[in-house]
C-alpha cells in the first residue's frame, strides 16, 4: 500500500502565499514522478505543477511564474510554493505520485486534498 498526503492548505488574501507540502510512503521501489494538481467547484481537475526526476518542471500557464514545485527524492515528499494567490486560485489541491514496484508495475495514488480558499 502507498499513502499520499498532504498538507498546508487554508484562507489566504488574495496576493498572499501558501506552502503546500505532500509526502508519499509505502511499498515504494521508484518514485519517478509527482505533481499537484487542482479541482475547483464545477470544474475538472486540471494540472498545477508537476516534478520529474532529471526533467525540468512542468507548470500550468496560470500558475507559471507565481508558483514553485520542489522535491526530496530522498524522502518521497514535494512542496508547492505558492505566491501571489488570486481568487481563481481557489480550488482543493491534490497531489499525485506516480511510482512503480521493484518488477517494473507502474501504479499512480493521490492524496484526498487539501482545499485553498483565496478571498478578501
Known amino acids: 500500500q502507498v499513502q499520499v498526503v498532504e498538507s498546508g492548505g487554508g484562507l489566504v488574501q488574495p496576493g498572499e502565499s501558501l506552502r503546500l507540502s505532500c509526502a508519499a510512503s509505502g511499498s515504494i521501489f521508484r518514485l519517478y514522478a509527482m505533481g499537484w494538481y487542482r479541482q475547483a467547484p464545477g470544474k475538472q481537475r486540471e494540472l498545477v505543477a508537476s516534478i520529474t526526476s532529471g526533467i525540468d518542471p512542468t507548470y500550468a500557464g496560470s500558475v507559471k511564474g507565481r508558483f514553485t514545485i520542489s522535491s526530496d527524492n530522498a524522502k518521497n515528499t514535494v512542496v508547492l510554493q505558492m505566491n501571489s494567490l488570486k481568487p481563481e486560485d481557489t480550488a482543493v489541491y491534490y497531489c499525485?505520485?506516480?511510482?512503480?514496484?521493484?518488477?517494473?508495475?507502474?501504479?499512480?495514488?493521490w492524496g484526498q486534498g487539501t482545499p485553498v480558499t483565496v478571498s478578501s
Open positions: 499525485r505520485a506516480d511510482w512503480s514496484t521493484e518488477t517494473q508495475r507502474r501504479f499512480t495514488s
